[in-house]
């Protein structure tokens, strides 16, 4: 009997910067010609996620697993306009990544034909639009045909043609083999390649859904409270409803902390805030989705 073994997993991963924890003990597993979505709010944590599994930053704690030379490609959230023609960036892209001179020149021109790029192939990309510069980023992550590519909010500035394409590119790679792991906030991409989605908030993953079927999560609720020790936030993480705590360091009020809970707890949790002596800043209902 054949086992699959997954190209990349990460076991009980956290991230922190200075005192702040911005990924808390994710863990999750990666299968060869899969598409996985990534979503969450602003901030939730998914670029972080996305900068560990292409091998960019390092956890704090838990461990990344990769099989041994897995190609991947890269496309992150943000890509400057550089003071080179597209041809010039694709071409030393290729030739890092060990490309031959021929396939390197035909990956180029099929790309960028692809992105409807190919009448800018000699232009400085300094005055490119944000649109443009995410085709080149999305060409850049391309060119190497990865085993493993990482989108980091892929669709970002594309027209609609443009979107089209770029699904349609992405489910031909993944019948290929390719596995792909986006992040997204727009359904229409989730609903369109996804086969699992991770949900993502403050640095949790508190959902893991297979297809998109599910996808709707159930409410929650953020509670901003400040003035509670160590031992009283504790105490609050074993409560029912508890689902994820995070600290805040705020220049005005001082250190805080953000719960997150179940709707049903919300009165629980205030109750118990107030009665250890803290105060609450404030209660904001989070959406339907995490998208
Ligand atoms: N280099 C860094 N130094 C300090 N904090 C950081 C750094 N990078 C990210 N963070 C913090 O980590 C948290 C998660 O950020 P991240 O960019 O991963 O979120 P995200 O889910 O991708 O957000 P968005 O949807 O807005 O792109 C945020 O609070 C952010 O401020």
Redesign the pocket.
Known sequence: MSVRVPLIELKQAS?L??G?R??DEVSMSIEQGTATALI????????????ILAGLIHTSSGRLIRQPNVIIGYAP?MFPGLKVTPEQYLRSMGRISGLAAGELEHRIQELLAGFYLEQFRHEIMMNFSKGMLQKINLIQALLVSPALLLL??PLSGLDLPAIDQLIALLRELQKEGTAIIF?A?EPQMVEALADQVLV?QA?KMIRNIKGTENLWVKPTTYIYCTGLSSSEQMELTDRPGFISLNIIMDADRGEGVGLTVQPEATDDFLRQVLGAGGSIVSVEPQGESGI
């Open positions: 991230k910067y200075g702040q911005v990924l969450g709010r602003n901030g939730s944590g998914k670029s972080t996620l996305l900068s959230e980091d909010e992040s906030h993502l640095g």
